[in-house]
């Protein structure tokens, strides 16, 4: 998983050149400790990455696959400009 340095890092390049388009995936815990058991399960989430999804994106679609996985489709909230087939920034 990322350290606080990469998040940051992460953090910084979505705020300077935010995609249009943001998939989440969330997965439980479980999962990520099967495909990768000495993973550090206090570092699965990323605090600073979803507030900035939260805040800059509106959720378009959401799909739940089986149990607590889900895939959400966010569209950012100030692009009044946005075509569907648009290429990327």
Known sequence: M???EDEAAVLADLEARP????LWAQ???????????KTDAARLRFPSLE??????YDRVLSIQLSGDQTLILGREKHDADYKLFQKDR
């Open 2 to 4: 990322m350290t606080d």
């Open 51 to 56: 507030s900035l999804m939260q805040a800059n």
């Open 19 to 22: 995609p249009i388009w943001m």
């Open 27 to 37: 997965y439980p815990e479980s999962f990520w400790m099967s495909v990768g058991p």
